[in-house]
């Protein structure tokens, strides 16, 4: 029987293996979960052995093992691995790897948004996990700190009696988490805060001060970590996140696709729906897609790659960082968990072999003509339906013109802001 003990005591065999053999931990099927369990960090390599900067990666990657085992010999902490996708594919679908290598970082068992996208050296990556290991919480020496802390940030505050509590241990855990995405404070010392603390243990959210928003207390058991982890999510990353020029680059380093919703500046009630169905439908979802609305005039450029205009707003669209997809129908946004399956077929790459041999219409519709051309086989890649077709034959056109090829989804908008990729190099003068 495969219990706690004898997880725990493959998981040390393995690691003395690895350390007695040197580099990274080989992942499969059948001991990653426990590896994910066993260590507060792990840092994976997704890799292919066709690759050729897989191939570059590999030494590099196993001269870093070696490195965090003499640097940090303490069990439990940080653990180095890399995943074969060839030989364990269901690793790789199950964690949304399509291109090679790709590098995630793990807390406590769950992955971060983030993809590392910095530099492929072995002191980078011990930078990179030294910072990963450093404390999630300001701890809060007086009650006069509270009024020190920045106004225009959001925060989970919590005050305790102990901080070898149950209830201390697992806000540490899930301020690891959500590290990247919220403030987490902290005060261990009942008697300085006994005005804040009159009995128990408390946790609440102080929102960023020109909102408007009132602090919000949890109420629910702080030693149940998933409980006050979906609490703390809720509070500090929206579930829809307005993209704009200004954030763009933030939001497109995160790595994950995005789900956009293009909506006029004055839509409100389009933003409400979708912000509903993300809500319904998209939860388990938030791991791997951004769910972000965008006011469309400050976007025409995408919407032309879409072969679309404002006159066609409100409209869904995946940007994958590679293509960009239609959702079919905006009014069929909530029925039948449609957007669900729809960032499902992205993953699963449907929506691009759908893109060249789509389904049969269900109804009838009209294409947008190529410039010069007249419903031959090219238009046929920018499907629309009658209402507003002149508005949108004119986007279309714009996009072709701009030598975009209809044979294939349109290119990938948003990819084009993120940070450059000499970062992302083996060498830096790469």
């Not at 971060?112 to 002191?123: L, N, P, S, V, W």
């Not at 690891?176 to 009942?190: G, I, W």
């Not at 279309?396 to 970062?423: I, M, Y």
Request: with cysteine.
């Amino acid at each position: 029987m495969w219990n706690k003990q004898s997880r725990s005591i493959f998981v040390l065999v393995l690691v003395y293996l690895t350390s007695v053999n040197g580099g990274a931990i080989q992942l499969t099927s059948s001991n990653i979960d426990s590896i994910l369990s066993s260590y507060e960090v792990v840092f994976i390599n997704f890799y292919a052995n066709w690759c050729r900067f897989s191939q570059m990666l590999d030494p590099i990657y196993n001269e870093l093992a070696d490195k965090v085992a003499r640097e940090f010999p303490q069990h439990g902490l940080i653990a180095i691995g890399k995943v074969d996708c060839d030989a364990e594919n269901a690793i790789a679908v199950k964690y949304h790897v399509n291109k090679y290598p790709t590098l995630k970082l793990y807390r406590h068992g769950v992955m971060t948004k983030r993809e590392y996208r910095g530099a492929r050296q072995a002191d980078a990556f011990m930078d990179f996990l030294r910072k990963q290991i450093e404390t999630s919480i300001t701890r809060l020496a007086s009650p006069s700190d509270l009024y020190t802390l920045d106004s225009k940030k959001r925060y989970v505050v919590g005050h305790f009696d102990d901080e070898n509590s149950e209830n201390y241990k697992t806000f540490i855990k899930v301020a690891s988490l959500l590290r990247d995405e919220c403030n987490f404070v902290a005060s261990t010392n009942k008697d300085d805060f006994k005005n804040e603390r009159p009995s128990n243990d408390v946790i609440y959210y102080r929102p960023v001060q020109a909102l408007n928003e009132k602090e919000t207390y949890y109420t629910g058991l702080i030693n149940q970590q998933e409980s006050l982890l979906t609490w703390s999510r809720e509070k500090c990353v929206p579930l829809v996140r307005e993209i704009t020029f200004a954030n763009a680059e933030e939001l497109t380093d995160e790595g994950l696709p995005f789900l956009i919703l293009f909506h006029k500046a004055d839509d409100h009630d389009s933003v409400v729906a979708f912000e509903r169905e993300v809500a319904k439908q998209l939860m388990s979802e938030r791991s791997s897609v951004n769910c972000l609305h965008a006011d469309g005039a400050q976007f025409l450029h995408p919407l032309q790659h879409l072969g679309k205009s404002l006159n066609d707003l409100p409209l869904l669209a995946i940007d994958s960082f590679k293509h960009m997809f239609l959702f079919p129908d905006i009014n069929e946004m909530s029925k039948d968990g449609k957007l669900l399956q729809f960032v499902k077929d992205l993953h699963s790459e449907k929506l691009h072999r759908d893109f060249h041999n789509p389904p049969p219409p269900t109804q009838p519709t009209t294409t947008v003509p190529s410039v010069g051309e007249s419903g031959d086989s090219k238009s046929k890649h920018i499907p629309k339906t009658s209402s507003d077709a002149s508005a949108s034959a004119n986007a279309a056109n714009q996009f072709l013109k701009h030598g975009a090829d209809p044979s294939v989804p349109p290119e990938s908008v948003f990819v084009r802001l993120s940070p450059n990729r000499q970062r992302y190099s083996f060498r830096d003068e790469l």
